[in-house]
């Protein structure tokens, strides 16, 4: 590239090379890549390798990198909920418990997530757990049955996305009252069949409600946009366009 092309290496150029072999599951020679950069990595490079560790579930080079991440970024409150996120997913409760202390005890609060989404030109907004909307009561019931309706073809809910240690039928409910499902849920009840709809979110879309989306896509024959602090997701047919990489 420099001998060629007289190109200097940018971040974003290292940033790329370390998400090619990551994403094609060669994290340890991203990891050895990126130890060998004449450049300190910054967050974005560590936060594309921390997702690949996540999706891979590779506990030592998640720790690993999630641990720089912190360095990197003390204050900032995404780089403890992807680490903290990961040990859920690997059922890894004191790791989840430990970056928790280490939230409070540096006075990092976690951002409330919220999802909007646009119906005959009026914006509706909805909170984790919220019931503050005119037709709560219908959009959960909506939801339940289409819960079930994915139950009944496989779908089993990623309860491992909850912290608290809790009964697993309070983490399912607990997952039910996310601001995407809710948003969803309402955006099937008020538009058509077969309407493509948008909703935004202000976080990362957490893996069940991933899964949740793409399913609801299929089942419904509906196509869902939906922005989260990462990146555009297109579903349709059950697949969404971030080949499961966000």
């Known amino acids: 590239m420099v001998n060629k092309y007289s190109i200097v290496p940018t971040m974003e150029h290292y940033t790329c090379m370390v998400d090619l072999l990551a994403r094609a599951g060669s994290l340890y020679e991203a990891h050895e890549f990126i130890e060998m950069m004449p450049i300190k990595p910054d967050a974005k490079l560590l936060t594309a390798f921390l997702s690949s ?15 720089k991440l912190l360095q990197l970024q003390p204050q900032e409150a995404g780089a403890y909920i992807s680490l903290s ?47 503050s909307h005119p037709d709560y009561q219908k959009i959960y019931d909506h939801l339940r049955v289409l819960i079930q ?24 409910e607990i997952l039910l009252g996310h601001s995407e499902k809710l948003a969803i849920a309402f955006g099937i009840m008020s538009t058509p069949p077969g309407t493509c709809f948008l909703i935004v979110k202000n976080l990362r879309v957490c893996a069940d409600c991933h899964v949740f989306t793409g399913l609801i896509s299929k089942i419904e024959g509906r196509e869902i946009v939906a922005r989260d602090s990462s990146r555009f997701h297109h579903f349709k047919d059950g697949v969404c366009s971030c080949g499961n990489y966000w």
């Open 53 to 67: 560790c996540c999706h891979h579930k590779n506990v030592e080079l998640a720790s690993a990198v999630g641990k």
């Open 85 to 131: 996120n990961f040990y859920g997913l690997v059922g890894d409760l004191e790791g989840v418990a430990n970056v928790r202390r280490l939230m409070l005890e540096r006075g990092i609060r976690k951002e409330k997530a919220s999802t909007w989404i646009e119906i005959s030109r009026k914006v509706h907004i909805f909170e984790s757990g919220d019931r």
């Open 149 to 172: 309706k994915m139950k009944n073809i496989g779908y089993i809910p990623d309860t491992s996305m909850v912290a608290q240690n809790v009964e697993e039928l309070t983490k399912e």
